[in-house]
């Protein structure tokens, strides 16, 4: 991959999106370049079915969910698991909902019997990791369900640790690679940032997608020459101010073709 041309790293700047101090610090790897790459629309995660439930929750933090009535609730930690679960028991065994421990996994199954009385179910949790959750959850549909609960610490930490040891210039390096092939490194948060495009000249360039790490954060752009003449991004090596790594898709790009530019800065430096 080359470093994007002084004219389109001006577009980029343009957006509001890209907009730093000078220069790159070390150029990617030109066996990176991808070939006749273009990028239309994508997803950076897999559609839910319909029965699943994601929750973002810190330390300490109540969960609203809902458990399904006479059927099984499974309720799954990601990168972590649970350790113990803690209730009051009603009195009424059969009456009462049962949570089930999966050792292997670390995650709990909750039964609601048809007969339940109450309305909500409420119990405290405690994670392998050392993070405790309440859960006060609403009684919903007969079918099983799915219950996925995310810690951003968790993934603050293993961004941070990744990234310390992987050093700033290979982590930027890494982290195009990543974004060329849709995949997301440890630690990083990934979503869809679609903007609306802005036109520099005969250059077109649209936000597409933005990673987060703990001390990084890529960029994914689309970009389109609009011109009437090939646009060769090869020619020119100049970034955007305090990139630590910029790159696109391919050398040039005839009228109307498009391809993808790829952005790392360091997390705090978009103004």
Known sequence: ???????????????????????????????????GLVVLAFALAPVPAHA????????NATIDCELARGELTRIALIDDGFANVSKIASGFPYNDFQVTHEPVRGDIY????????????????????????????????QEAAQLFITNPALAKSEAADWEAETGPEDAAIRLIEAMAKDAVLPGFT????????????????????????????????????????????????EAPAGALA????????????????????????LK
Not at 17 to 31: E, K, Q
Not at 208 to 235: I, M
Not at 249 to 261: F, H, I, K, Q, Y
């Open 110 to 141: 909750i039964s609601v019997p048809p007969q339940f009385a109450a309305a909500r179910v409420n119990f405290f949790a405690t994670s392998k990791a050392g993070y405790v959750y309440k859960f006060a959850c609403r009684l919903g549909g």
């Open 246 to 269: 910029f790159a696109y898709g391919r050398e040039s790009l005839a009228p109307g073709e498009a391809t993808s530019a790829f952005l790392v800065f360091a997390k705090g430096g």
């Open 52 to 59: 699943d439930q994601f929750v973002e929750a810190a330390d």
């Open 190 to 237: 990934a979503r869809v940032e679609i903007s609306a495009p802005r036109r520099t000249g005969g250059i077109e360039v649209q936000l597409v997608a933005e990673y987060q790490g703990d001390e990084l954060t890529g960029q994914r752009f689309l970009v389109r020459n609009l011109g009437k003449e090939r646009l060769a991004l090869a020619d020119e090596r």
């Open 1 to 35: 991959m080359s470093l994007l041309p002084s004219h389109l790293a001006a577009a980029l700047a343009g957006t509001g999106l890209a907009c730093f101090a000078v220069g790159a610090t070390r150029r990617p790897d030109p066996g990176l370049k991808l070939s």
